[in-house]
């Protein structure tokens, strides 16, 4: 099993352009997250989906947008990237209703010049 | 007011000793979970150890407990004998009554000394 898969790993991107993240779990997990993570500031929340076709505002969605077609994937879009979006993102998934940990997948490091 | 506060941007330990991380977290709701996580220098976040607000008995996982005083709402990690591959960034974390969401706190970079 691959648990929680992330493309791509890397990515550089100039002002303006757009690219999608795409997150991928074998977990039949629920409940799907996309973090971001600046130095000094752990972890923020930037959308989630409770389940296939819902999605929800975290604590920094400005500049993003998500979807959930399907269970199993979480993509996470930048319409207009901005240098201020310069991060290392990180999806999550967890079972629902339930207090269990967060599996996390490797990380997308996005740089925006 | 932050939800989950981790007042030590970072440590020292000597290896083989103990340490203890520091966690505060603020909330209303009676019933949340608490975790910690280690993210080591390759990136992955790992997860460590979770405590229930309801649980009577401090969680243990190893070398890791959770020392968790409730009324002063706190969740400390402590990381007994220490070893080089406990240095890593380390996260605390809670989540509140409704199951979704998870706040983190901005984390404590631990380095261990041979």
């Known amino acids: 099993n691959a648990g929680v898969t992330q493309t791509p790993k890397f990515r550089v991107l100039k002002t303006g352009q757009s690219m999608t993240l795409l997150c991928a779990q074998d977990?039949?997990?629920?409940?799907m997250y996309w973090y971001r993570q600046d130095p000094g500031m752990g972890l923020r929340l930037i959308h989630y989906?409770?389940?296939?076709?819902?999605?929800a505002k975290g604590e920094v969605p400005d500049g993003y947008n998500v979807s959930r077609l399907k269970k199993q994937n979480f993509l996470l879009g930048l319409e207009s990237a901005a240098p201020s979006q310069t991060s290392v993102y990180f999806c999550?998934?967890?079972?629902?209703?339930?207090?269990?940990?967060?599996?996390f997948g490797p990380g997308t490091r996005l740089t925006v010049l | 007011a932050q939800k989950i506060t981790q007042t030590q941007p970072g440590m020292f330990v000597q290896e083989k000793e103990a340490v203890t991380l520091d966690c505060t977290y603020d909330t209303s709701d009676p019933s949340y979970g608490l975790f910690w996580y280690k993210q080591p220098s390759s990136g992955e976040m790992i997860f460590l150890i979770y405590?229930?607000?309801?649980?009577?008995q401090n969680a243990t996982e190893g070398r890791y407990s959770l020392n968790f005083q409730k009324a002063r709402k706190s969740a400390n990690l402590v990381i007994s004998a220490s070893q080089l591959g406990d240095s890593a960034m380390y996260f605390c974390a809670m989540r509140e009554g409704g199951y979704q969401k998870v706040t983190f706190g901005t984390g404590t970079k631990l380095q261990v000394i041979p």
């Open positions: 989906s409770v389940g296939e076709g819902t999605t």
């Open positions: 977990m039949n997990h629920e409940y």
């Open positions: 999550a998934t967890q079972e629902a209703l339930s207090y269990n940990e967060q599996f």
């Open positions: 405590q229930g607000s309801y649980d009577q």
